[in-house]
């Protein structure tokens, strides 16, 4: 079955669809679907029975089966397969016609398989249940809330049950006044350089979040580069690096999991950098913890924010990997002097967040549903993890892995340079980030097990 796998067949979407193999199974199940031959709700066929049956690669199977479901002839189900949508009027016989996009000369290619860490697998989104709570939300008392703008801090149920659950599950003791609802962790960096008379000075690891230095940029603060090592951002390079600052210092870091690399922060580093912004008026910690939830092995690693005991840490929290990216709803939690001064600067600002989505979120925690989804989370994405590591051990044994002990990614050093590798996956249908430090970015989350399977028979292939 491996040696049919179409090492260079990458899929590129803008070309017709006549001319590829998958345009041919394509076509073979939509004239099914439509003339009743595969009805609503039944189940086709596995990758591998499909690709078997029709003597193509899984490769290809994938390819039809990603268009049948942009084109909602199909639905997928977790750890179940696909299965024939179902339809509210009958379907006209025959295949639709198909929208030609304009050729260019180089045509944008798109590739089968993303390996990238921001992904999540959206078929585990609980819709029944917030769909349930948004009508909740729009009824009854509840609905008072579209007559009103509500707080620029964001709604006092959405805070409440944040501080809840961060003191249950992270160790974090705070009151809700202290906690400030935005759209995203770009919203709460954009906000903090203006609760400083001058523009601070930040300090980020390198390498780091690439979105996160570009957001830091546009606000016009000066960036100095931290170095990592085995146990975090090196302490001697902070202190060396602010030596002769007389400003404000914000340093961002992600201790639980660090990306790219994955590394969790040592207990005694952790506590030689709170030492650190302790030692001097107008030092703070932005402790970024956007995956901290997904913690597969040990107990879990407390934030420096519940052991913060002089106001130095500011801690952002988002849901975008726990409920989904679409729900644009992030918290930081300040410190109180800090508190007090975007009380005074942004209280004429309304939250950026809708008053309805504050409201199903906050339900949807205070219910004990959030608890359980990300209990359920876990388990899955535990289980892929283990599998992508044990396929990329089988098939590149001479392979190093790192930072799988929590988040979405870990990092893994393959015995071929890191930019041949890249380089390599991308024209046979996978994309990887490197690091620029030999390591490359493995994200798993969103994964099925074809796509990992067929992600170590490339890795096969390509180290051969």
């Not at 379907?91 to 999540?120: F, H, M």
């Not at 919203?187 to 780091?208: I, K």
């Not at 100095?224 to 870091?253: C, Q, W, Y």
Request: proline residues 5%; glycine residues 8%; aromatic residues 10%.
């Amino acid at each position: 079955m491996g040696t049919d796998l179409p090492f260079n067949s990458t899929i590129c979407y803008t070309h017709t669809m006549r001319d590829s193999l998958y345009e041919n199974l394509y076509s073979k199940f939509v004239n099914e679907i439509r003339s009743g031959k595969l009805g609503a709700g039944s189940k086709m066929p596995s990758v591998r029975q499909c690709a078997e049956e029709s003597g193509v690669s899984r490769n290809t199977v994938l390819g039809a089966y990603s268009i049948l479901l942009s084109e909602g002839y199909i639905n997928a189900r977790e750890r179940s397969g696909y299965y024939v949508a179902r339809f509210d009027a009958p379907l006209p016989a025959g295949i639709p016609e198909v929208k030609r996009t304009p050729q260019r000369k180089t045509e944008a290619k798109e590739y089968i398989t993303d390996l990238s860490a921001n992904l999540v697998d959206s078929t585990l989104f609980p819709y029944s249940t917030l769909r349930q709570l948004y009508r909740e939300t729009l009824s009854g008392s509840n609905i008072s809330i579209l007559g009103q703008s509500g707080m620029s801090t964001g709604d006092e149920d959405i805070r409440l049950s944040i501080s809840t659950y961060v003191f249950n599950h992270k160790g974090i003791s705070c009151d809700p006044d202290q906690i400030i609802i935005g759209n995203g962790t770009s919203y709460h960096l954009q906000t903090l350089p203006s609760l400083f008379d001058e523009r601070p000075a930040f300090l980020m690891e390198a390498p780091g979040f690439r979105s996160t230095r570009e957001i830091v940029a546009d606000t016009g603060c000066e960036i100095f580069d931290i170095p990592l090592d085995g146990e975090g951002a090196s302490v001697r390079e902070i202190r060396k690096k602010t030596e002769n600052m007389d400003g404000t210092v914000l340093l961002h870091i992600s201790p639980s999991h660090q990306y790219p690399m994955g590394i969790t922060m040592s207990a005694p580093r952790r506590a030689s950098i709170l030492d650190w912004a302790d030692a001097r008026d107008g030092r703070y910690i932005i402790e970024d913890d956007y995956d901290s939830d997904f913690r597969y092995n040990g107990r879990p690693i407390p934030p420096l924010c519940g052991t913060d005991t002089h106001g130095k840490v500011i801690y952002i929290g988002t849901f975008s990997r726990t409920l989904t990216p679409s729900i644009r709803l992030s918290y930081m939690i300040l410190p109180p002097e800090l508190l007090e001064r975007y009380k005074s600067r942004f209280a004429k600002y309304p939250c950026p967040v809708s008053r309805i989505d504050q409201k199903v979120v906050s339900l949807f925690m205070d219910s004990g549903y959030y608890e359980r989804h990300i209990s359920r989370m876990r388990r899955v994405y535990r289980i892929r993890r283990n599998r992508m590591m044990d396929v990329i051990s089988d098939s590149s044994p001479y392979s190093e892995i790192r930072g799988e002990e929590a988040g979405l990614h870990f990092i893994v050093r393959f015995p071929i340079a890191e930019e041949t590798m890249v380089r390599k996956a991308r024209e046979n249908g996978f994309v990887l980030s490197g690091t620029g430090t030999g390591w490359i970015v493995i994200g798993y989350a969103h994964l099925s097990d074809e796509q990992i399977d067929l992600f170590g028979l490339f890795l096969r292939k390509a180290l051969e």
